[in-house]
């Protein structure tokens, strides 16, 4: 089972990195699954920019091609978002419109941070991974930019995070694993 950690933001001065960092660390105490940060930086994606919908699976555009083999590897997500106005960031909402099969029947969690914890931007995401066919898990986290960093710069969680984030890779390692046996049994049938 391979599961990604995706960054949400490209900024310079950016937190989503560290945030993945922290899952990271965290994730690498399991052995039920494989984990990698993928930060959306590294793909230098424009706003998008596919003639035909991605449904259709025609890109055209290398950019598009390589982000979406990256996208496909993986059983299952973890999308770190920062909230920006109300909302989850832009890049992070440009790279999921990229793919859309690579998406379809596969895991998805949140690590949201921010003045209240990304939970807004969390929410935004819900609705946009429904679409994209992906199931969601309850268990979310929060990171407060008060809480949960020192000075709204290091990355500092409380204990009861890393509890919440155990809960949380239990449960998308478990919707991922099922849905990984809905994706062969489909193929199987086709």
Same mark, same amino acid.
């Given at each position: 089972m391979k599961i990604a950690i995706i960054t949400g933001t490209t900024r310079p001065g950016r937190k989503s990195l560290a945030v993945a960092e922290w899952v990271h660390v965290q994730a690498s105490k399991r052995d039920d699954a494989e984990f990698e940060i993928v930060d959306i930086a590294d793909y230098d994606?424009?706003?998008?920019?596919?003639?035909?919908? #991605?449904?259709?699976?025609?890109?055209? /555009?290398? /950019?598009?091609?390589? !982000?979406?083999?990256?996208?496909?590897?993986?059983?299952?997500?973890?999308?770190?978002? #920062?909230?920006?106005? /109300?909302?989850?960031?832009?890049?992070?909402?440009? #790279?999921?419109?990229?793919?859309?099969?690579? !998406?379809?029947?596969?895991?998805?969690?949140?690590?949201?941070?921010g003045g209240m914890g990304g939970v807004r931007a969390v929410e935004n995401l819900r609705l946009i991974v429904a679409e994209l066919q992906l199931a969601d898990v309850r268990q979310a986290i929060h990171l407060s930019a008060f809480d949960d960093m020192e000075n709204f710069e290091t990355i500092a969680p409380r204990p009861m995070q890393a509890k919440q984030l155990e809960t949380l890779f239990d449960q998308l390692i478990a919707w991922s694993g099922a849905l990984k046996s809905l994706r062969e049994s489909q193929l199987v049938n086709a």
């Open positions: 994606l424009p706003l998008y920019d596919e003639s035909v919908p #991605a449904m259709m699976g025609q890109y055209e /555009h290398e /950019h598009t091609k390589r !982000w979406n083999a990256k996208i496909a590897e993986f059983d299952g997500y973890i999308f770190v978002t #920062a909230e920006y106005n /109300h909302a989850a960031a832009a890049p992070l909402t440009n #790279a999921m419109a990229y793919p859309y099969n690579e !998406w379809v029947n596969k895991g998805a969690a949140f690590v949201g941070y």
